[in-house]
């Protein structure tokens, strides 16, 4: 079975430049969620999707920030314009039950760096 | 809020040894995740103990909760080299699977 995909693995843009992470979750898992981890500071919950829908977007930094789940398969996060305080790594995750109990499985991440 | 903090932040031990990174919360969960990050990697999960568990076992990875203190601890034994990485308590509070991390044990094994 696949684990949670990510993709790109790595970006380097410019300031001001956009940039879209994508997420795929593992197969079946209605929940699907981001973090980011800002260098050097803890890992931080961004938003909650079940299947299509935002359960919790609580964590989403600014409207910079776009997160969109079509069809509640794989995820975008969209940053437009990107900033510098941007850069770290983004973390996806997917689990299986809607009830707390189920692991959370992460990908590898998506490490930004806007300069 | 939920955050969790986590003691030692930093811990340096020779291989072989024992490593106790130890994760206090503050309010009640559900449940706690354990994860390990190696460098430049993602999160690897490695163990969830439910609430109503004081225990559990996985391989040389021994987790203990104590909820009336609401802390929680790691223990590898016979560390490894290879075991060198960062670890992370995670959370789970309310109705939803939306966990919360703690500040992370950065744990080096020196061969």
């Known amino acids: 079975e696949a684990g949670v995909t990510q993709f790109p693995s790595h970006s380097v843009i410019e300031k001001g430049q956009t940039v879209t992470l994508r997420c795929d979750p593992i197969?079946?898992?209605?929940?699907l969620y981001w973090y980011r981890r800002v260098m050097g500071k803890e890992i931080k919950f961004l938003l909650h999707?079940?299947?299509?829908?935002?359960?919790?977007e609580s964590g989403m930094p600014n409207n910079r920030f776009l997160a969109e789940r079509t069809g509640g398969t794989y995820s975008t996060l969209k940053v437009q314009p990107a900033e510098l305080e941007d850069s770290g790594v983004y973390f996806c995750a997917s689990s299986h039950d809607r009830v707390s109990g189920n692991t959370i499985y992460f990908g590898e991440g998506s490490w930004l760096t806007v300069v | 809020s939920q955050q969790g903090e986590e003691d030692p932040q930093a811990l340096s031990i020779q291989e072989g040894e024992n490593a106790t990174m130890n994760c206090s919360y503050k309010t009640s969960i559900n449940n706690l995740q354990w994860y390990r990050q190696n460098s430049g990697r993602g999160l690897v999960h490695l163990i969830l103990i439910r609430s109503n568990e004081r225990e559990k076992h996985s391989g040389r990875l021994r987790v203990t909760l104590d909820t009336s203190k609401k802390s929680s601890s790691l223990l590898i034994t016979a560390s490894r080299a290879a075991d060198t990485a960062s670890y992370f308590c995670?959370?789970?509070?309310?109705?939803?699977?939306?966990?919360?991390f703690g500040t992370g044990t950065k744990l080096q094994v020196i061969p």
């Open positions: 999707f079940v299947k299509e829908s935002k359960q919790d």
């Open positions: 995670a959370m789970n509070s309310g109705g939803y699977q939306k966990v919360t």
């Open positions: 197969s079946g898992h209605d929940n």
